[in-house]
């Protein structure tokens, strides 16, 4: 069974930072990009960014990017978005997701993980 974990949520002032990890288990590390996405109250999942199997290629949102990094760690199954000079507007759940393909996408995740709250306060 595949599983994606989140952490590293919480609640921080506008302008702070917060990293986040995501812990995979099972097959989908291998081989898989990997994405974060979030979700806002009322409003759709959207996303924000993604990262090749070998992290060659990144790509991420207009909304993110300049603040946002997305990374991995192969050895350790455990991909990160650290969040820098947060906004009152990044408040939302944020998933992780896997991909079974080499390169990254806006869209086509296979797994998702249970989501983290980031709350950010004006």
Known sequence: QVQL???GGGLVQAGGSLRLSCAASGRT????????????PGKEREFVAAISWIAT???YSDSVKGRFTISRD???????????SLKAEDTAVYYCAARRKL???VGGYDYWGQGTQVTVSA
């Not at 192969?74 to 820098?84: D, E, G, S």
């Open 29 to 40: 590390f291998g081989g898989s990009a990997m994405g974060w996405f979030r979700q806002a």
């Open 57 to 59: 290629s990144t790509y």
């Open 74 to 84: 192969n050895a350790k199954n455990t991909v990160y978005l650290q969040m820098n």
């Open 103 to 105: 390169l990254p996408s």
């Open 5 to 7: 974990v989140e952490s």
